[in-house]
T-cell receptor
Framework: EAGVAQSPRYKIIEKRQSVAFWCNPI?????LYWYQQILGQGPKLLIQ????????DSQLPKDRFSAERLKGVDSTLKIQPAKLEDSAVYLC??????????????FGEGSRLTVL | GNSVTQMEGPVTLSEEAFLTINCTYT??????LFWYVQYPGEGLQLLLK?????DKGSNKGFEATYRKETTSFHLEKGSVQVSDSAVYFC????????FGAGTRLTVKP
C-alpha cells in the first residue's frame, strides 16, 4: 500500500512570494490533515478535511493560507504572500473514516519551506 | 484546551541504557494517547497508543501506560539501541490530534 505522498520536498522562496504544496493521501482514506511543524515544535493542525469538506480550519491563517480538496482525494495547500515566520515543514496526514478509524494518523515525509 | 507537555531534550544515552521520556496531558474527557516517532529523513509514524485509562501500549520494546490519576503517558524502554535515535512526540486525540514539542533522543554506541 502506497503511503502519503507530498511534493515538493523542499522549497525556498523570498518573502511575499507564493508557494503551493501538494498531498496525495493513502487510497481510501477519507480524512486529510495539513499540519505545520516549526523547528523545535510539535506539529500544529492547520486544516482537516473529511472527503472534500472542511471539518476544522480554526488555526489556518486565512489571510494568507488556503487549502482545497476538490475531488475528495488529493489536496493543495497554498501560502500567498509568504512571511518569514512561515518557514516550517508542512506535513500532510490521512486516516480512514468510520469503523476503520483507529485514531492513527499516517504522515507523509513533509515539505520543508524556507522563506528568505 | 487540550494540550500535551513532554520532557525537553535533547536526551543522549549510551546503548543498552534505560530510557524514560515524560509526557503529561491536559484534556477534557478521556482522550486517546499516542507516541509518534520521527526517524532522520522520514515522516512521523505511530510507535504505540492507548485508548483508555490503565491501558498499556507497546511496540519495538517501548512501553507507555495511560495514567488517568496523574494525567501521564510516559514512554519507557529497558535497553535502547543506536537505531532508536529519533525524535519522539507525545500526542493526544480528542477531536483533533494535539502534539507535544518532541524530544530528540541520541543513542551512542
Amino acid at each position: 500500500e502506497a503511503g502519503v505522498a507530498q511534493s515538493p520536498r523542499y522549497k525556498i522562496i523570498e518573502k511575499r512570494q507564493s508557494v503551493a504544496f501538494w498531498c496525495n493521501p493513502i487510497s481510501g482514506h477519507a480524512t486529510l490533515y495539513w499540519y505545520q511543524q516549526i523547528l523545535g515544535q510539535g506539529p500544529k493542525l492547520l486544516i482537516q478535511f473529511q472527503n472534500n469538506g472542511v471539518v476544522d480550519d480554526s488555526q489556518l491563517p486565512k489571510d494568507r493560507f488556503s487549502a482545497e480538496r476538490l475531488k475528495g482525494v488529493d489536496s493543495t495547500l497554498k501560502i500567498q504572500p509568504a512571511k518569514l515566520e512561515d518557514s516550517a515543514v508542512y506535513l500532510c496526514a490521512s486516516s480512514p473514516a468510520g469503523v476503520r478509524n483507529t485514531g492513527e494518523l499516517f504522515f507523509g515525509e513533509g515539505s520543508r519551506l524556507t522563506v528568505l | 484546551g487540550n494540550s500535551v507537555t513532554q520532557m525537553e531534550g535533547p536526551v543522549t544515552l549510551s546503548e543498552e541504557a534505560f530510557l524514560t521520556i515524560n509526557c503529561t496531558y491536559t484534556a477534557t474527557g478521556y482522550p486517546s494517547l499516542f507516541w509518534y516517532v520521527q526517524y532522520p529523513g522520514e515522516g512521523l509514524q505511530l510507535l504505540l497508543k492507548a485508548t483508555k485509562a490503565d491501558d498499556k501500549g507497546s511496540n519495538k520494546g517501548f512501553e507507555a501506560t495511560y495514567r488517568k490519576e496523574t494525567t501521564s503517558f510516559h514512554l519507557e524502554k529497558g535497553s535502547v539501541q543506536v537505531s532508536d535515535s529519533a525524535v519522539y512526540f507525545c500526542a493526544l486525540k480528542r477531536g483533533d490530534m494535539r502534539f507535544g514539542a518532541g524530544t530528540r533522543l541520541t543513542v551512542k554506541p
